[in-house]
């Protein structure tokens, strides 16, 4: 059997340029998956359905829930978000790296449910940095600005909960660095399993001989 993939779960503050890390990781390595998140928030100028997020009713959405179509799901900001179980599943076992980029309390629950998967966690390198960040991309109102700065407060609470942190100075080397912290999650005993299964049975027959 082909070795299953790892699970990755980025969050950040809004506007810390989570975003825009993963998509570079996504061009620049063909080991990650991205999963495409099903939310009730309506689409920014520009996104489409299907390609950054599937834009539902909130009825489809209850609907997804109740028939366990969602790995986890959260509200944010007064919209559901949540990330559809099939796919995920699928390309986990098609042995890919599975990206979820998603908040603090979806990542808590995904978490739960796979102990073995990857947490990071974005920020910019200060607050007054992200402030910038989010009034400068000019795709929210300043009511939504506020909700998200004392949102991304709240989320500062959990940062502990995370196995990494990344402070995104300058892009390319956040991308690295997301990249190689997934490379030494592949060296954790937890998926050497087999591995060690066998170099275990190999050194006890050696015992036995010096016995
Ligand atoms: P935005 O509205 O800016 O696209 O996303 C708002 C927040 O929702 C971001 O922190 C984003 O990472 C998070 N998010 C996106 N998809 C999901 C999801 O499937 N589940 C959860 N829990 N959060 C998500």
Redesign the pocket.
């Known amino acids: 059997m082909s070795k299953k993939g790892i699970l990755i779960v ?5 506007g810390s340029g ?2 825009t890390i993963v998509r570079e990781m996504m061009e620049k390595y063909d080991n990650y998956a991205l ?1 495409i ?3 009730t ?1 309506v689409p ?1 100028q520009g996104e489409r359905d299907g390609v ?2 599937f834009f539902v009713t909130k009825e489809t959405f209850e609907r997804t829930i109740r028939e366990d179509g ?1 790995i ?3 509200d ?2 007064g ?1 559901y ?3 559809p179980r099939a796919y995920v599943e699928e390309q986990l076992n098609a042995g890919k790296d599975v990206i ?8 808590l ?1 995904v978490k739960k449910r796979f102990p073995e998967c990857l947490l990071l966690f974005v920020t910019p390198p200060s607050a007054a940095e992200l402030k910038r960040r989010l009034t400068g991309r000019g795709t929210e109102s300043p009511e939504v600005i506020e909700q ?1 700065l004392s949102r991304a407060y709240e989320e500062s609470e959990g940062v502990e909960a995370y196995d990494y942190i990344v402070i995104n100075d300058v892009l390319e080397s956040s991308v690295e660095e997301v990249h190689s912290l997934v490379e030494a999650a592949r060296r954790a005993p937890v998926r050497r399993e087999a591995f060690i299964q066998q170099i275990r049975k190999e050194l006890k027959e050696f015992a036995k001989g010096a016995e």
């Open positions: 980025i969050s950040g503050f809004s989570k975003g999963s998140s099903m939310t928030r920014r950054e997020y969602l986890e799901y959260a944010y900001c919209n978000y949540g990330t979820l980029e998603i908040e603090i309390q979806g990542a629950k998200r």
